[in-house]
Structure formats: C-alpha cells, structure tokens
C-alpha cells in the first residue's frame, strides 16, 4: 500500500522561504518510471500542478512558478522536499505530494491527505 | 498561456448520465487523466490516459478525448459521486509538464 504524508510549517511570513517535506512508503523513488510530484490548491480554487521529480533525479517545474520552487529526493529516507522562496499571501494553500507513474502518462494516484500553509505576517 | 477550461458546474438527477468536458485546441493529441475530490478531502485518480481506470474505480466512470474536448462521463450517477472533478494534461517533455483544468462541481439533485 502506498501512502504519502506532507510535513512542514503551518504558518510562513512574507518574503520567507517554505521548505515541505513529503515522506512516503509502498514504493522505491529508486524505481524506474516513478516519481512524486507537488500540487497545490489555493481555498476554494482549483488545483495547480507545482513540480515533479523522477526516479532518475531529472526534474520538472511549473514555468510561472520555476524560478522560486527547487525539488529534491532522498531516497534513503523515503523524502522528497518542496522548498518555494518569497512566499507572498497568494501563496496561501493546501498543498499535496502525490506519487506517479511514467506508465500511467505521469497521473498521480495516491496523494498525500495536503498540509495547509498560511502565509500572513 | 496553457489553459484546460471546464465548465463550472454540472447538475444530474440519481441513475443518469453526467457528462465533464475539458476543452483546449487539439487536447486530443495528449492524455487526460481525471481526479474526483470530495470536500474535505484529497483528490483521487478516476481515469488516467484519457480512458483508463485504476483499480477500485467503478466501471461507471469513463473517459474519451477527441480533438478539441476530453469527457469524463459518470453514468448510473449516485449520491456519493458529488464532488468537484479536474482533468489534467501532462507533457513531460514540452515547456507545460502539467496542468489541470479549472474544476467542475458536480452536483446530485
């Protein structure tokens, strides 16, 4: 069974830099075709695709958001950290992990149940 | 800019069809997976490349992509299918890796 979990502050001020941890198990981030990838949703919104990071270490980002996101993986620990700088209000949002599948055209199934992030000063 | 447009809300009586259209130029080229989320809740995969149904997932909901618009359609719709839905587009190699649509709210009458 696969199972992911978000983990870090609840609360960030302005300017700050949000660093998430997801950590997983059920799977090997060693795998080939894997990955685990970050979304967010803002209250009340829509869902936005944020980054993912594949087996191989190659790494995506979303391009209006890739000059403040970095994506990293320690596989020996089972831990995948989201690390967004200059948060702003708008940056106020629940934000998943997920893992994925190449042979699943890159979908993400399951996610993890999301960590809240305030941004207020 | 790369937009997935969905119509907001959907309404559909219990034991018919609901239909979820997800709509950009040439869509049909590229593979659609859906998510259902209920309120409170984190999103579930219900159908990945356009079609597909990860185990577990009622043969109820089903998925096409042609040209211009991919469906999800629930049919036989229950009470418990109430939930937002979003498709989403990857392309793992182009400037969009992923994007999901705008989200549409189904509603049980």
């Known amino acids: 069974q696969i199972t992911l979990k978000e983990s870090g502050p609840t609360l960030v001020k302005p300017t700050q830099t949000l660093t998430l941890t997801c950590t997983f198990s059920g799977f090997s981030l060693s795998t080939s075709g894997v990955g685990v990838g970050w979304i967010r949703q803002p209250p009340g919104k829509a869902l936005e695709w944020l980054a993912l990071i594949y087996w191989d270490d190659d790494q995506r980002y979303s391009p209006s958001l890739r000059s403040r996101l970095t994506i990293t993986k320690d596989t020996s620990k089972n831990q995948v950290v989201l690390t967004m700088t200059n948060m702003d209000p708008v940056d106020t949002a629940t934000y998943y992990c997920?893992?994925?599948?190449?042979?699943?055209?890159?979908?993400?199934?399951?996610w993890g149940q999301g960590t809240l992030v305030t941004v207020s000063s | 800019s790369y937009v997935l447009t969905q119509p907001p809300s959907v309404s559909v009586a219990p034991g018919q069809t609901a239909r979820i259209t997800c709509g950009r130029d040439?869509?049909?080229?590229?593979?659609v997976h859906w998510y259902q989320q209920k309120p409170g809740q984190a999103p579930v995969l219900v159908v990945y490349?356009?079609?597909d149904r990860p185990s577990g997932i009622p043969e109820r909901f089903s998925g096409s992509n042609s040209e211009n618009t991919a469906t999800l359609t629930i049919n036989r719709v229950e009470a418990g299918d109430e939930a937002d839905y979003f498709c989403?587009?990857?392309?793992?190699?182009?400037?969009?890796?992923?994007?999901f649509g705008t989200g549409t709210k189904v509603t049980v009458l």
């Open positions: 997920a893992h994925s599948r190449m042979v699943r055209g890159d979908s993400f199934d399951p």
């Open positions: 989403q587009v990857c392309d793992s190699s182009g400037d969009h890796p992923g994007v």
């Open positions: 490349d356009d079609s």
């Open positions: 040439n869509i049909g080229s590229e593979s």
